[in-house]
């Protein structure tokens, strides 16, 4: 919203905070009644759903209300749409959303920032749907104490749910709710939006299109395809840095998405390559940029977003790639030396190496998760983790990061990766080293 000048600079502070980026709690702000009930679901039959975004879409510059100040209710200033959203409103409007799908029983993933420790992980690959919102109509009218010492905050919202797997829209509904709150604060705002999306939690279409029962396979779906590879075998004896270099560097790729960047790696010099699913995730095609510096073209053609894993297909041969070997074991063990090549931060820096040992092996809600302290930063997602001998052990998959803490890496053993996908792994082909 735009405001002409306030002759109180406290009430013109206290509503730009309120469009533009600062949401309080709304324990004392009265939402309006809804005629239904949200319908509580049991934690099993639904799939874990995520929030992607709350956007607008008010004309910029039209009226949404005003401030009112005497016994009359005058109104003293107008209120504009600014036809955005600020990062730290749509945040608060996305927490809201989460509260909501959560006391209705929803599994919703880990937002970040929310762990007492202080540690943000990035779970939303563990959604299997995603709901958001998009406000087509809004009403914001804040009131000075002799006015009634109030605001009144109403807004329509036009709800989606996209199947991330089907990559399709399942869900749509529009709906309206509005909030009062004491005083002139932003309280209503947030009220307002979570009593439209109440009238979402209580449509029984939205029950059906996230129930386990009816969950769609993606795009090609996830076993359609079938993959076979044949791996190589591994060194006798433990190589050098810079061997293992020489030998994996050839058939780690970058990745380019709609989204950012991530790194994958070459299953066989086919062209069959690995990643994480949340590196490719709504994408059906992308661009692999080859460790000659030369990109290709590739396709999604198979995806295991419970795992977070994903297959693509590029185009021709993968030249210098003469295959890597795969420890299908177990996947590790605690200090041996490993060592990471991808991306990290910007593409410019793709097939960067880095050295570090396995810290631990962990079990996180039924997953097996390696932990390394091998330096993992935004771009490494997908790339593989490589043990002494040239064995790819797991694919990086997530970072924990927080004050005063260095970062832990985590990787997916390969052998879990690997049937997660439905791959068959057949005998290694001898490959003199």
């Known amino acids: 919203m735009t405001l002409p000048k306030a002759p109180v600079k406290i009430l013109a502070l206290i509503v730009v905070l309120a469009i533009s980026g600062c949401a309080a709690p709304v324990s004392m702000t009265t939402i309006a009644r809804s005629t239904h009930q949200p319908i509580a679901v049991v934690l099993d039959s639904v799939q874990v759903i995520g929030v992607a975004s709350i956007r607008s879409a008010l004309t910029p510059g039209s009226e949404l209300g005003g401030h009112y100040d005497g016994l009359l209710h005058i109104r003293k200033e107008t209120y504009f749409a600014q036809g955005v959203i600020s990062d730290a409103m749509e945040s608060a409007y996305k927490r809201t959303v989460e509260e909501e799908l959560r006391t209705a029983g929803y599994p919703t993933p880990k937002s970040a920032g929310t762990s007492v420790f202080g540690e943000e992980a990035d779970e939303s690959w563990k959604a299997q749907f995603l709901v958001g919102g998009t406000i087509t109509q809004a009403h914001l009218d804040t009131y000075a104490p002799l006015a009634g010492n109030k605001t009144e905050a109403s807004c329509t919202v036009r709800w989606e749910v996209l199947d991330r797997r089907s990559r399709q829209v399942v869900y749509t509904a529009t709906t309206s709710g509005s909030a009062l709150s004491p005083g002139v604060n932003a309280d209503a705002l947030s009220g307002a939006l979570r009593s439209s999306f109440r009238e979402v939690l209580a449509d029984p279409h939205l029950v059906a299109a996230v129930s386990s029962r009816s969950v769609t396979p993606p795009t090609g779906a996830e076993h359609a395809t079938k993959i076979t590879i044949t791996p190589v075998d591994a060194a006798v004896t433990p190589l050098n840095t810079e061997d293992l270099v020489r030998i994996t560097a050839p058939c780690v ?58 297959i693509l297909k590029v185009e021709g041969a993968i030249d210098g790639c003469g295959g890597l070997s795969l420890r299908l074991d177990s996947g590790a063990d605690v200090g041996e030396d490993v060592i990471a090549v991808g991306a990290p931060l910007s593409l410019a820096l793709s097939h960067t190496v880095s050295k570090g040992i396995v810290s631990a092996l962990r079990s996180v809600e039924g997953r097996h998760l390696i932990q390394t302290d091998v330096a993992v930063n935004p771009g490494n997602s997908g790339g593989p983790l490589i043990d002494s001998r040239g064995r790819v052990i797991g694919i990086v998959s997530m970072k924990l990061s927080a004050s005063g803490i260095e970062g832990l890496g985590f990787a997916i053993p390969i052998g879990e990766a690997l049937t997660a996908l439905g791959v068959t792994v057949q005998t290694p082909q001898s490959n003199a080293r």
Not at 258 to 286: K, M
């Open 253 to 310: 790729v970058a990745i380019r998405s709609s989204r950012g960047h991530g790194s994958g790696l070459a299953l066989d010099p086919a062209g069959i390559i690995l990643t994480s699913y949340h590196v490719v995730e709504g994408d059906a095609a992308l661009s692999v940029m080859l460790y000659d510096g030369s990109e290709r073209n590739a396709q999604v053609i198979a995806v295991a977003a419970e795992s977070d894993v994903a």
